[in-house]
């Protein structure tokens, strides 16, 4: 059983990820929280698997919520959900250190499969959310300094760095430099390594921010 903490203002919204997230999918709903000041309390108490998490609410938000979930000691995964509107904060939940993101309208089915694949270690990135995220980068006009650590990474590798900072799936990227996905996985998880990243979601940030992207005009 994936051991849940759900975290949002709304009641009707918990209720239904109760539905979603059931104990016949090999979920466990061990706690619920209605604004993200209850939440370090319910980590340390409950020790979830997995934090699904609002990001608006009205004391404290998902993205401070996040940052403290992510500086214990061996803090669960979190799964932000978000909505359209919500671009402002997006990036503020990826600095934090959000694992994955998910757009609240999306089905059962594809809300299951992202909580499974955050609580597992692996990032989830909803492919609307991704964009949206990219958007932001390119609407602020954000040009990071560039970072000494890129020296640590090959001219290939940097070129895989920049492709994922755009979006592009391992496919998308072994098609574009004429190599295998098991190649580019490869490729992937040393600049993980390198720079010290946890996911696609944190190359994004890192790429924006150390100028290995520049947004669009």
Not at 61 to 76: E, F, K
Not at 158 to 182: K, S
Not at 196 to 206: E, F, N, Y
């Amino acid at each position: 059983m994936i051991r849940v903490l759900l975290v949002d203002d709304q009641p009707l919204v918990r209720e239904g990820l109760r539905r979603i997230l059931h104990p016949d999918d090999g979920f466990e709903i061990v706690a619920e929280c209605e604004d993200g000041d209850e939440v370090l309390d319910a980590v340390r108490r409950m020790s979830p698997d997995l934090v699904v998490m609002d990001i608006r609410m009205k004391r404290v938000d998902g993205v401070a919520a996040t940052h403290q979930i992510r500086s214990l000691d061996g803090g669960p995964p979190v799964l932000v959900l978000t909505t359209f509107d919500d671009d402002e904060v997006l990036s503020g939940a990826l600095r934090a250190g959000a694992s994955g993101f998910q757009l609240k309208d999306a089905p059962a089915e594809e809300l299951i499969l992202a909580a499974r694949s955050v609580a597992s270690g692996q990032a989830w990135l909803d492919p609307a959310v991704t964009g949206r995220v990219l958007t932001t980068y390119r609407v602020s006009g954000h040009i990071g300094e560039p970072d000494p650590m890129l020296d640590e990474l090959t001219p290939r590798e940097v070129e895989v760095l920049r492709m994922l900072a755009t979006g592009a799936t391992n496919r998308e990227i072994g098609d574009a430099l004429f190599v295998g996905e098991a190649t580019v996985k490869t490729h992937v998880g040393h600049v993980f390594t390198k720079l010290g990243l946890r996911d696609r979601a944190a190359a994004i940030v890192w790429a924006f921010d150390h100028g290995v992207v520049v947004p669009d005009p």
